[in-house]
């Protein structure tokens, strides 16, 4: 693809992060381009091309399941320029809301976000292009934003997010100013829309690092941004739920780390768990709704206000919903319920969520976890348990026919009108 671009007669280069991990003898997840041709001109020499993006118009070339993304170099705004108006704006909080200005590879690299971003490897010479001293900050263990951290902040908030990712990826500390500003610009989190704030929380906890992150995030209020649901349950470091997000953040990067799958799903499950909670108790006590019903409603009332500020898709909050019903299957142990959830499709997603309630102290009231743990950990070894901790059956009550019915039958019949 490279060289098609080339022979075309445009520049391209492999930029970002496959150009920085393979320095850092890491492994490349998936390789950027950028090049001196439109998105346009990208189409015409790639017949398994689309374009793609409003805010940032960008070329994807599909190679099977895999996406190449093309980028045409970006330039400077020049706010003196008419015809810059239609393709390059900023909102009222300094954010780029369109950006659509070409621009050299030397603007393109003082576009970027990082110092360790703004590297290029040309295939024309086999050369890297360092335009930003990424390869002094790579080597200094430092992470650096290009041009002045709060002004490229408020361009992109996500920034913010991003600054913590690359930090615990990558293992770097963050330069003095880029860290000084987060805390205060935090709240610009709110003007990112909710989709694209879910597309960052897999980023961040679902790669190996989420327990680093919800620990820079908290100590930045970047994950109060994200879940401002959770607010006041995260005062302290040693409570129930704080307990609760952490082990469970570890051990999704214990399974990435093994190659084991991991599901979003878990996740949502865990960390809407407490305000669940919270409004299943309030429906009961006060709508005077049975346990599922309210876990029900319940779940649908925390997911549509988490949505709000962080969009969660239906495929993952209704597995999260199912998780969160299996916690009062559970609760039988005795006859065919138990018998019933045992034979459930989320079981297992259901027996993990037990057993990390039961590491974090974290009962619903009137529950035995230690006894359940216990019961459902042996019952998988052997099913017969369950069975086995049937009610033993009663003699059957002879069936007795109720008394007087005949008689009203009579009755009806004798008050019923003669047809004459």
């Known amino acids: 693809m490279l060289y098609r671009l080339h022979n075309a007669g445009f520049d391209a280069y492999l930029v970002g992060g496959c150009v920085r991990d393979l320095l850092l003898g890491l492994q490349p997840k998936d390789f950027d381009v950028t090049t001196n041709a439109t998105p346009e001109e990208v189409k015409k020499l790639f017949r398994n091309c689309r374009l793609i993006g409003r805010r940032f118009r960008l070329a994807h070339i599909l190679f099977?399941?895999?996406?190449?993304?093309?980028?045409?170099?970006?330039?400077?705004?020049?706010?003196?320029?008419?015809?810059?108006?239609?393709?390059?704006?900023?909102?009222?909080?300094?954010?780029?809301?369109?950006?659509?200005?070409?621009?050299?590879?030397?603007?393109d690299a003082e576009r970027r976000d990082f110092t360790v971003n703004a590297l290029y490897?040309?295939?024309?010479?086999?050369?890297?292009?360092?335009?930003?001293?990424?390869?002094?900050?790579?080597?200094?263990?430092?992470?650096?934003l290009i041009g002045d951290p709060e002004i490229r902040y408020r361009e992109d908030?996500?920034?913010?997010?991003?600054?913590?990712?690359?930090?615990?990826?990558?293992?770097?500390?963050l330069a003095d100013d880029v860290r000084l500003p987060i805390k205060s610009l935090a709240g610009l989190l709110k003007n990112i829309p909710p989709a694209r704030l879910f597309d960052e929380f897999l980023k961040l906890f679902m790669a190996g690092r989420a327990q680093a992150n919800f620990d820079m995030m908290c100590e930045f209020q970047l994950f109060q941004q994200l879940f401002p649901i959770l607010k006041s349950y995260l005062d302290t470091a040693d409570a129930p739920p704080v307990k609760m997000l952490r082990k469970a953040f570890a051990d999704t990067d214990k399974r990435v780390i093994n190659e084991q799958r991991v599901t979003p799903a878990y996740l949502v499950a865990?960390?809407?768990?407490?305000?669940?909670?919270?409004?299943?108790?309030?429906?009961?006590?006060?709508?005077?709704?049975?346990?599922?019903?309210?876990?029900?409603?319940?779940s649908?009332?925390?997911?549509?206000?988490?949505?709000?500020?962080?969009?969660?898709?239906?495929?993952?909050?209704?597995?999260?919903?199912d998780i969160w019903q299996m916690q009062l299957r559970l609760q039988n142990t005795r006859g065919a319920r138990a018998k019933k959830a045992l034979e459930q499709s989320k079981f297992r997603a259901g027996y993990d969520f037990l057993m990390l309630r039961q590491a974090c102290s974290a009962p619903m009231p009137g529950e035995d976890l230690p006894a359940l743990a216990k019961f459902w950990t042996n019952a998988q070894n052997d099913p017969n348990l369950v069975q086995n901790n049937a009610q033993p059956k009663g003699k059957k009550r002879p069936t007795r026919r109720r008394r007087g019915g005949r008689s009203r039958g009579r009755q009806n019949t004798e008050r019923a009108p003669k047809n004459d």
């Open 64 to 107: 099977g399941r895999e996406i190449i993304e093309v980028a045409t170099f970006r330039g400077h705004h020049n706010e003196d320029d008419e015809s810059h108006a239609k393709i390059a704006q900023q909102d009222e909080h300094g954010q780029l809301v369109r950006d659509n200005v070409y621009g050299s590879i030397e603007e």
């Open 121 to 144: 490897y040309n295939i024309a010479d086999f050369c890297i292009y360092d335009f930003a001293n990424g390869v002094a900050d790579i080597e200094a263990g430092v992470l650096k």
């Open 157 to 173: 908030p996500v920034r913010m997010l991003r600054a913590v990712r690359f930090a615990t990826k990558l293992n770097m500390a």
């Open 270 to 298: 865990v960390l809407l768990w407490w305000p669940l909670q919270a409004r299943r108790e309030q429906l009961q006590n006060e709508g005077g709704l049975p346990p599922m019903d309210a876990i029900n409603i319940g």
């Open 300 to 321: 649908a009332d925390v997911v549509h206000r988490q949505s709000q500020t962080m969009a969660i898709p239906k495929r993952f909050s209704l597995t999260a919903r």
